[in-house]
């Protein structure tokens, strides 16, 4: 029974992981570099949904819709105005920039909010009983909003003439501008929608526990663990690798503290890198 | 008159280095004309350099009359010059018919006409439209890769060694098309290795050696010359 709790409460975070995930793996799939700057988009979403919801008293739907727009358009300048130009000298250096970039940025939400953990204004709600399995009716709801938000994104990516070009980008970028694809308009926009997910999911993490300017940066090396072990540049296997290192995450909990369960993150991508580079669904972008 | 027309063309992929070095190249309308030289000729870089793939340092480009020297790829393909690369043409784990929305991106009201118009054109690719691209042979992707081209209905189509890699059969059945699609009257800009095919379907002809223009003429009378025959047609 605790195995069967475990892997519940895997699928739970895991799902919630996949969000933010996404983002990442978009951002490569696109712009091919990792943008680590992702775990403070993942802090200002947090809090931005936290002002909404706390100050303005908007409910929790609204309020993740706020984090994902806030966080979206801190991202989209963010690359606009740092990123971007680092970019033309390589991966590397991109990837460090970002590194600092997340720094500078956690500490701009630091200044604003100190350093204490805060909670969103929820109800108090008893846990739900389910044949011996406990699941709070909030990580239900999360499980929800993050299946429609991921359902919403690959229907946007299948269906719209905008998501087409993204995957078109993705796949071959060179071809994309033969065809007339604006490349600059693309990466604008999936810096938008990767870190509007990085806030939603930041949100969504906190609104299962609190909330302070590490959220994102606690939350980091799983979604880079989820992205590299799906296929880093493949939407679905971020999907797949955000359950997967979920629930590796949570049975852990079965031979560790939960002090080393971030070691499960290092381990997985430790595993991939070893034995499938590619990850589990290679790089697809979709 | 021209549709299209390249000058004094110098280009290269660094600062010192210059694979072109003043090659002119001209497509009248309604013609086709081919490109043939040997390997590091620079044949597939004046092609590179027409789509705007690369900046030339020197030497003028235009198209219907209108400069589109140094151009940004996009805006060479909205004004009307369709640049079918040798490798790396389609977008392999997008489907068929996606491949195809994607061709005519820049006119996205006419897609749905063109791709049942493409579909007519190359059944495979009706018969396909939901496979991923990937999973299509060397002629079926050379064939997606030029009906994407012609989703924009160009005024130009330029087309780098459509034929490499493919079987014989796949080859003719392809330079068939090119033939029809020609006598359609589209203007046709052709880079080829098989160049006994090559001239056999062009008006004119352009000979690179060394990053310069070495021949040029009508197609039929350089395929007669024993010279370009002994060096570039094996006989």
């Not at chain 2, 130009?156 to 033939?179: C, R, T, Y």
């Not at chain 2, 290795?193 to 223009?213: P, T």
């Amino acid at each position: 029974m605790e195995v069967a709790q475990l892997v519940l409460n895997g699928v739970m975070a895991g799902t919630v992981l996949a969000v933010p995930a996404i983002g990442l793996t978009a951002i490569f799939a696109v712009l091919r570099f990792t943008n680590f700057a992702l775990a403070s988009h993942m802090t200002i979403g947090a809090f931005a949904g936290f002002v909404a919801n706390t100050t303005f008293g908007l409910p929790i739907v609204p309020s993740l819709a706020t984090a994902f727009l806030v966080s979206g358009f801190f991202g989209w300048m963010s690359d606009e105005f740092v990123l971007r130009r680092l970019r033309a000298s390589g991966f590397v250096t991109t990837a460090i920039g970002s590194i600092a970039l997340t720094i500078a940025l956690e500490n701009f939400v630091r200044f604003g909010f100190g350093n204490q953990m805060r909670g969103y204004d929820l109800p108090l709600r008893r846990d739900w009983v389910i044949q011996g399995l406990r699941v709070s009716p909030q990580q239900v709801e999360n499980l929800a909003i993050a299946v429609v938000v991921v359902a919403l994104l690959f229907a946007f990516l299948a269906l719209t003439r905008t998501g087409k070009a993204m995957r078109a980008v993705a796949d071959n970028p060179m071809l994309a501008s033969i065809k007339g694809i604006n490349s600059d308009t693309v990466a604008r926009l999936v810096s938008f929608i990767a870190m509007g997910l990085a806030g939603l999911g930041g949100m969504l993490t906190g609104l299962d526990t609190t909330i302070d300017p590490l959220v994102g940066f606690r939350t980091i090396l799983s979604v880079f663990a989820a992205a590299v072990v799906g296929g880093l540049g493949s939407i679905p296997g971020a999907v797949v690798g955000a359950l997967v290192v979920g629930i590796g995450e949570e049975l852990s909990l079965l031979f560790l503290t939960p002090a080393y369960r971030t070691a499960v993150g290092f381990l997985a991508i430790l595993l991939v890198l070893t034995l499938r580079p590619r990850g589990i669904l290679g790089q697809r972008a979709y | 008159m021209s549709e299209l027309f390249a000058r004094a063309i110098v280009a290269g992929y660094g600062a010192a280095d210059e694979i072109l070095k003043g090659v002119d190249f001209a497509v009248g309308k309604g013609e086709i004309v081919c490109i043939i030289g040997p390997n590091g000729a620079g044949k597939s870089t004046l092609l590179k350099t027409i789509s705007g793939l690369l900046r030339p340092k020197s030497g003028t480009v235009s198209l219907d009359g209108k400069d589109i020297t140094g151009r940004l790829p996009r805006e060479i393909a909205r004004a009307g010059l369709a640049y079918v690369p040798q490798e790396h043409n389609i977008f392999p784990s997008m489907t068929v018919r996606e491949n195809l929305e994607m061709g005519g991106y820049i006119d996205p009201g006419a897609v749905p006409r063109r791709i049942v118009r493409a579909m007519e054109r190359f059944p495979v690719l009706g018969t396909k439209q939901r496979h991923a691209a990937r999973t299509l042979s060397g002629g079926e992707r050379q064939i997606l890769a030029m009906a994407m081209a012609l989703m924009v209905e160009p005024s130009v189509l330029m087309l780098d060694e459509p034929s490499a890699g493919l079987s014989p059969l796949a080859a003719e059945k392809l330079f068939d098309a090119i033939v029809e699609i020609n006598r359609e009257g589209l203007s046709i800009g052709i880079v080829e290795q098989n160049a006994s095919e090559a001239l056999a379907i062009s008006s004119k002809a352009y000979i690179l050696v060394d990053g310069r223009n070495s021949r040029t003429g009508d197609a039929a009378e350089l395929a007669a010359n024993p010279e370009i025959r002994r060096i570039f047609l094996g006989g």
